[in-house]
Each structure stands twice: as C-alpha cells, then as structure tokens.
C-alpha cells in the first residue's frame, strides 16, 4: 500500500505587512519591509529595530493575551478556507512558539488549549518551543503524525511577540542590529527581530496536480554551544541531507535560508550550504522584510516561499551587496523567475538545533 503524503490545504500569515498571506507575498515581493526603529521599547535604554504589529489594528475576542489573539486569528483564516472539522477528534492542533506570552509567564500549553478549545476541540493540543526551529520542527511533528494516522488533520500556528526579556535578552548578546538586517552580507551588523502569526492547516493523502507536499523533513542538534552554532555546520548539514533524501537537487527554485545576519549563523549556514553541494542553488532569506519572528518564522517563510514558486518567482535578498561569508553562496540582489517547483527551507537555533524541510509542488 503506498504511504501518504502530507499535502497543505490551506495557510494564513497574519504580521506588520499584512493579514493575509497573499498580501504578505506581496508586501515583499514590492521590497517592502516592516522594519522600523524603536528608539526606547518598553523604555529600554537602547534602541532597537523592530517589526511590530499594531495592537489597534487587532480586533479583540476575549483571549486574555495579544499572543493568543493573533495566533488565534491565523488559525481562523487558514480554517476558514481548508473546509475541514476542527473540532473533530481526528483534528491535531499544534502551537509552535519560542516564548509565548513570556510577560505575563502564561503557560505556552494553556495557550495552546484556549486556542483549540475555541474551535470545539477536545484533544490535547501540542506544543513544539525548540528555540528558532519551532516552526519547522512543528511541521516536521505534524508530518509524523498524519502520516502514520494519527489524525486526519493538523492545524500547525506558530506565532511570537517581543518583550522587554526578549529584546533585552537579545541586546545582552551584542546580536541586535539598529539598522535594517542584511542577511550574508559582508556589512550586515546584527539581527532585528519581530512579530507574526502563521498557520498551515496539514493532511496526509496522495497528492493531486499542483497540491503542495512536505516531501521531507529533519530535526538534528549538534550540541555544540548553548548560544553558539556549529563552526563546521554539521547539523545543518545533516538535517538538510536527510530531507532532501534523493531528490534531485537541480529541480529546487531556491534555498530559503535562516538567515539571521548575525556573523556566526550566516557563516555556519553557508558552510552547510556549501558541504551539501547547492552552492549553485539560489540562497536566500526574509528576514529583512519580517525581522526575525522566533517561533512563527519557520511556518511564515515557508508560506512566502510556496507562493513565491506558485508565481515563479525567485525572492532578492533585501539590503545583500557584497558576499560577507566564506563561500560564495549564490544569493540573488534582484527577482528572478523559475519554472522549478520545489524549495528548501533551513532554520537553526540556540543549543545546537537545526531543522530542515523540503516543499514540493506536484507536477499537473
């Protein structure tokens, strides 16, 4: 009996540039970037870069929380067009988040309940915080799972918004940038972080023509530092090259990198980049448009990069010049177009975890 595939059936991103994904897709395809600069956040004493949803802009609905409202919203919109039960007991929700509602010390897991209890469902929701990873991870969790029966469906939102502890965490590294961040480039000084919520509603079934697949998926940890990536990128090696498997690599559009623009992330992915032979692959990555959105970054690119193919495009890098790492990895300044119908997406985070995922459109 041939296995089944896990095919998307419906997503939404909901964040500074927009409320849906095809606005967001189009927001950056234009070059636009929801980056500003916030001089005294929370009344921090330094500035910092950020991309920020507008509370106001948000529609209240009872949650106790603006994570919960926002993750709860995505979830709304990428149910509304999926056409499935998501109160079923064959319904998975799965909430991916780095820190959750870290200020009020709100369990991510009774988040994660009040979000499915809104739809019905009485099944014990996931929840998948493994550093920046989380997104990726949170769909490789949902793969398993549909793929061995487990359920018919899953609802994966990964969602993050930023503090005081997070962003003076960040500063307490020297990682922040209070310019715009510029991902592999040799003059980039740091990271930006930000906001969003992002789901993919999931099924495993045989695909049809022109239906998207999670062909493949790896979660690795090098265990190298607590803070500090892999200097020889060994686990972002291996989670690629186990989620590639044997597919061709000369049909992929582009790698969608985690390009965080700090030095030692960018030059550890490059180095996996380079030792898993896709040096010639188009790299990039959207962070410069999104800032980096910790738990909801993984589903938000991945959504981006579908749509960024279904119009065959290949996304510039936002502010990349000049080759700020060690190989020279073929990282595009301006769009280009494709016909090719799959991609990669990389995500690395501290203490040592990597993930990797291989999207594919099926052929018509």
């Known amino acids: 009996m041939e296995r089944p595939t896990t095919v998307i059936l419906a997503h939404n ?6 409320a849906t994904s095809q606005a967001n897709y189009e927001s950056v395809a234009a070059g636009r970037s929801g980056l500003r600069l916030h ?47 998501a109160a079923s007991p064959r319904t998975l929700f799965i909430l991916s988040s780095t820190k959750g509602e870290i200020s009020t010390f709100r369990p991510l897991h009774a988040s ?6 809104h739809f019905g469902n009485s099944n014990l929701p996931l929840c998948v915080s493994n550093a920046c990873t989380s997104g990726v991870s949170a769909l490789i969790v949902a793969k398993r799972l549909l793929e061995c029966g487990a359920y018919d469906h899953a609802v994966v939102t990964g969602a993050d918004v930023q503090s005081p502890f997070i962003v003076s965490g960040f500063q307490s590294f020297k990682a922040l940038s209070t310019e715009p961040c510029r991902p592999f480039d040799r003059d980039r000084a740091g990271l930006n972080l930000g906001e969003a919520a992002a789901t993919i509603i ?25 803070s500090g990536p892999s200097r020889t990128g060994e686990g972002a090696l291996r989670a690629l090259q186990h989620a590639l498997g044997d597919f061709d690599t000369a049909q992929l559009a582009f790698v969608n990198a985690h390009g965080t623009a700090t030095p030692y ?10 030792r898993a032979g896709l040096d010639a692959v188009p790299v990039g990555s959207l962070k410069p448009h999104f800032g980096h959105t910790m738990g909801a970054a993984g589903i938000l690119e991945t959504i981006v990069s579908i749509l960024a193919v279904d119009n065959h495009t290949i996304l510039p890098t936002l502010g990349y010049a000049n080759c700020g790492v060690s190989h020279n990895l073929n990282i595009l300044q301006h769009k280009e177009t494709t016909d090719k119908r799959a991609f990669v997406k990389m995500l690395s985070g501290f203490g040592g975890c990597n993930a990797a995922i291989l999207c594919r459109k099926e052929d018509a």
């Open 112 to 117: 994660a309940a009040s979000i499915a209890s």
């Open 202 to 226: 999931l099924t495993a079934k045989k695909p049809a023509p022109g239906e998207w697949t999670l062909a493949g998926g790896a979660i690795n940890n090098d265990a190298n530092h607590i």
């Open 13 to 18: 991103i909901l964040s500074p540039l927009g």
């Open 39 to 85: 001089e005294h956040p929370w009344h921090l004493p330094e500035p910092a870069m950020l991309s920020l949803i507008d509370r106001h802009a948000v529609a209240g609905d009872g949650s106790p929380c603006f994570f919960e409202q926002i993750a709860l919203l995505s979830a709304s919109q990428a149910l509304s067009q999926a056409g499935i039960d």
């Open 265 to 274: 992330n960018d030059e550890m992915e490059a180095i996996a980049i380079h």
